[in-house]
C-alpha cells in the first residue's frame, strides 16, 4: 500500500506480478490501470522495485497472493 499508494487489488495484483518477469517490457500496459504504457507511467517505480526485490521472492508472494485470492472465492461461493 506504501509502495504503490494504493487499496486498489488488481494494481498491487499486476504489480507483484510483473516483478516476477524477467525482464520489464516498455510497451506493457501500466500496472496502475492508466491504460498507459509503463514507459510512460510507472517505470522507474517498477525499476527501482525490480532492483531491490529478488524474482524469487516475487513469485512467492505471487503464488500466495494467488492462494489467499482463491481462499476468498471459495468462502464467497460458500456463502452463496
Not at 24 to 42: A, D, E, L, V
Not at 67 to 80: A, C, F, Q, S, Y
Request: charged fraction near 40%; glycine fraction near 2%; include cysteine.
Amino acid at each position: 500500500k506504501e509502495i504503490l499508494k494504493t487499496n486498489d487489488i488488481k494494481v498491487v495484483y499486476n504489480f507483484i506480478e510483473y516483478l516476477t518477469k524477467k525482464k520489464i517490457k516498455k510497451h506493457w500496459p501500466c500496472f496502475c490501470g492508466s491504460g498507459k504504457q509503463i514507459r510512460y507511467c510507472h517505470l522507474n517505480l517498477m525499476k527501482e522495485y525490480k532492483q531491490k526485490i529478488r524474482s524469487k521472492d516475487a513469485k512467492k508472494t505471487f503464488e500466495n497472493f494467488n492462494r489467499m485470492l482463491e481462499t476468498i472465492r471459495k468462502n464467497r461461493e460458500k456463502t452463496k
